[in-house]
C-alpha cells in the first residue's frame, strides 16, 4: 500500500514538474547577425546584443510569458551594411548564405542589427519586421517560409533594446498597436 502512494506521490509530482510555467516555456531561436556599421557605434556588439537577450527574457518572464529567447551562435558579422528597410529586410530573407545559417542551427528568428532608415517623409524606420505567421510583406513565397521571421534592428534609432523587442513582437505576429499615432508611443 505504501509503494503504491509513493508511486501516485511521484507520478503526481512529475506531472506537476511537466506542468510548471517554466518546463512549457518555448524556446525561440534566435540568429543574429550584425552589420559593420552598427559594430562601430558598439564597444562590444556581441555583448550588447547577449544583454538584449537577456532583457527581452526578462520582460516576457516578468509580464507572465512563457517565451525563452536563445541565441543559436555567437552573433555573426556580415560584410556589408543592412538599413531598416523593406528592400533590406527582402536582401535577408533571400540571402542564401543566411538561408543555410537558418537551416543549420534552426533558428526560428533572424534578426540583422544595422542602421535605422532614413527619413522618408520626416518619418524615419528604426526597426522593420517580417510576420512569423505568413511573411505578410512577402507574399510572393507564402507558402515556402510561412514559419521564419526576419527583421532589422537599427541600432542607431533612440533605444536600440526597445526597439529590438518591439521587432520581435512583429515577428511572433502582433500588428502595431492602434494607439501608436493617438500617443506618439516610440515603441
Known amino acids: 500500500m505504501i509503494n503504491v502512494i509513493k508511486k501516485r506521490a511521484l507520478l503526481g509530482l512529475s506531472i506537476s514538474a511537466l506542468l510548471s510555467a517554466?518546463?512549457?516555456?518555448?524556446?525561440?531561436?534566435?540568429?543574429?547577425?550584425?552589420?559593420?556599421?552598427?559594430?562601430?557605434?558598439?564597444?562590444?556588439?556581441?555583448?550588447?546584443?547577449?544583454?538584449?537577450?537577456?532583457?527581452?527574457?526578462?520582460y516576457y518572464?516578468?509580464?507572465?510569458?512563457?517565451?525563452?529567447?536563445?541565441l543559436s551562435a555567437t552573433p555573426y558579422e556580415l560584410e556589408e551594411?543592412?538599413?531598416a528597410s523593406t528592400a533590406s529586410?527582402?536582401?535577408v530573407y533571400r540571402d542564401p548564405i543566411i538561408q543555410n545559417?537558418?537551416?543549420e542551427y534552426k533558428e526560428d528568428l533572424v534578426v540583422v542589427f544595422?542602421?535605422?532608415?532614413?527619413?522618408?517623409?520626416?518619418?524615419?524606420?528604426?526597426?522593420?519586421?517580417?510576420?512569423?505567421?505568413?511573411?505578410?510583406?512577402?507574399?510572393?513565397?507564402?507558402?515556402?517560409?510561412?514559419?521564419y521571421a526576419f527583421n532589422v534592428t537599427g541600432?542607431?534609432?533612440?533605444?536600440t533594446t526597445m526597439t529590438f523587442i518591439h521587432e520581435l513582437g512583429?515577428?511572433?505576429g502582433p500588428e502595431g498597436s492602434p494607439l501608436f499615432w493617438l500617443i506618439n508611443n516610440e515603441y
Open 22 to 58: 517554466s518546463a512549457l516555456a518555448t524556446d525561440v531561436v534566435i540568429g543574429a547577425y550584425y552589420t559593420p556599421d552598427a559594430a562601430s557605434r558598439s564597444f562590444d556588439i556581441q555583448a550588447e546584443i547577449s544583454n538584449m537577450i537577456a532583457t527581452a527574457n526578462q
Open 61 to 70: 518572464a516578468d509580464s507572465g510569458l512563457a517565451i525563452e529567447l536563445q
Open 81 to 83: 551594411n543592412i538599413i
Open 89 to 91: 529586410l527582402k536582401s
Open 101 to 103: 545559417w537558418r537551416d
Open 114 to 147: 544595422g542602421s535605422y532608415a532614413p527619413e522618408d517623409d520626416d518619418f524615419v524606420t528604426c526597426g522593420i519586421a517580417g510576420d512569423i505567421y505568413g511573411m505578410k510583406i512577402f507574399p510572393f513565397d507564402y507558402n515556402k517560409y510561412d514559419s
Open 155 to 159: 541600432t542607431n534609432c533612440g533605444n
Open 170 to 172: 512583429h515577428s511572433m
